[in-house]
């Protein structure tokens, strides 16, 4: 794939470690590429008015103003009809007049932190897709309309995604149930009987249908270790 035909992605975060790790994870994307990374307000405009993104992964908690500013201004200031920048929101704050504002101005998607990395990549991967069938030509019929809004949309609460078991989901589920506090995945494994890599990728799902909640320790230094919890 050419890179004039990558999806371009802004990556604002006021936490600097947050910011890396989703620039990290949106370059191991085939069909996006990083064009810069803003940890303000005020820089983030800057920075979508000199790129010009397709995709804006945008925090609302920034230190100069809210995140719901920057799209307010883009959008009354748009003059090129043929370019719009769509954002992915990914933030903390969980107010429900906030969220009501973002899906208002446009956002394609809003990812409440803190969530497994594989969240995002999976929003992302829709994103793609849905993009590339609105780019398509031609009449659209009601199916091609319904798939189009579903490739937007979360996966349905409780479906599993390709490659898990229900066995294994409600072991994993029943080992998480039954910690006391905060569990790594290594945890889980060694209790459930499982690989490390298998008992992330259940836990991950865990915490999208909303039955896990994960908290990112930061050390001093490399990647931050994810503590699970189940959620009553």
Not at 12 to 40: C, I, K, W, Y
Not at 65 to 90: C, K, N, Q, Y
Not at 189 to 200: E, N
């Amino acid at each position: 794939m050419s890179r004039a035909s990558l999806i371009r992605v802004l990556v604002v975060d006021d936490d600097v470690r947050v910011a890396r790790n989703h620039q990290e994870l949106v370059e191991t994307l085939p069909t996006f590429t990083v064009v810069g990374v803003a940890h303000s307000a005020a820089e983030a405009l800057t920075q979508i008015r000199g790129h010009r993104p397709d995709l804006v992964l945008l925090d609302l908690h920034l230190p100069d103003a809210s995140g719901l500013s920057v799209v307010r201004a883009l959008r009354s200031a748009e003059e090129d009809p043929g370019h719009r920048t769509d954002f992915l929101m990914i933030t903390a704050v969980r107010d429900i007049a906030q969220v009501r504002s973002a899906l208002h101005g446009g956002a394609v998607h809003y990812l409440l932190k803190p969530f497994p990395l594989s969240a995002l990549r999976d929003q992302l991967e829709r994103y793609a897709v849905a993009r590339d069938r609105m780019s398509a030509e031609g009449e659209a019929t009601q199916q091609d309309v319904d798939r189009l809004f579903g490739l937007l949309r979360p996966p349905a609460a409780g479906s599993l995604p390709k490659g898990l078991t229900k066995a294994t989901a409600e072991l994993v589920a029943g080992v998480l149930r039954a910690a006391d506090g905060e569990v790594s995945a290594s945890d889980v494994a060694d209790r459930a009987g499982v690989s490390r890599v298998t008992a992330r990728r259940y836990l991950e799902h865990l915490c999208a249908d909303g039955r896990a909640g994960l908290r990112l320790r930061y050390g001093s230094a490399g990647r931050p270790e994810h503590l699970y919890r189940w959620v009553p």
